[in-house]
């Protein structure tokens, strides 16, 4: 009989040998394992956060998230052309037909000679048509093709700032100039010469925006 074998028990329940229950701690290293995992994580994801915040103050690399979420560059506008998108007509080529729609003797005959002095072709010169004729009480209208919607009515429209456009079914390149009952003269040279710069000076483009 063993000496673990309580007083006056034997049997099945002597306790022989030399071999024991022993208590053990429980087995920590899996604990230890989840607890360094879960840390490693946390660890991760502050410094993710860290890194979007640092992006949204600093303006980030230069890209921006579509709704898509993929990444586009934010390229910088290309620099506007030297030359204007549509190149328009210099006033020599223009030929522009003068007529009186007013009661005033001369006009036509005065104002087509100065239109000639800052360059513009002149064809006829004279009283306007019957359909105009003391019916403009504007400044002015000029008068052309469809086409003269794209270069001569702007080119023109700098000698005389009041002038409305129509246009007619004329296949021919040339412009009228009716001359209204709320005429003067024509705009001073020097502003007409600086709005015609102004309308050939190419349009800077807008900032890029991301």
Known sequence: MSMLTPPGMGGKYRITGDVYPRMRRPHRRRRIILGAAAGALVLGA??????????????????????????????????????????????????????????????????????????????????????????????GILLGAPAATKGSFSVLGTQLKGATTKVDARTTADVDLIIGTAFKTLDPKAAADAALVALNKPKQPLPGRC
């Open 46 to 139: 502050a410094g993710w956060g860290t890194l979007q915040l640092v992006e949204v103050f600093t303006g980030g690399d230069g890209k921006t998230t579509t709704a898509a979420g993929k990444q586009a560059d934010c390229k910088p506008v290309a620099k506007a052309s030297a030359q204007p998108a549509t190149a328009l007509p210099k006033p020599a080529q223009i030929t522009v037909n003068v007529y009186n729609a007013t009661p005033r003797a001369g006009l036509a005959k005065t104002t087509a000679d100065e239109l000639k002095k800052r360059g513009f072709a002149i064809g006829k010169v004279g009283n306007a048509p019957a359909a105009y004729d003391k019916k403009v009480p504007g400044a």
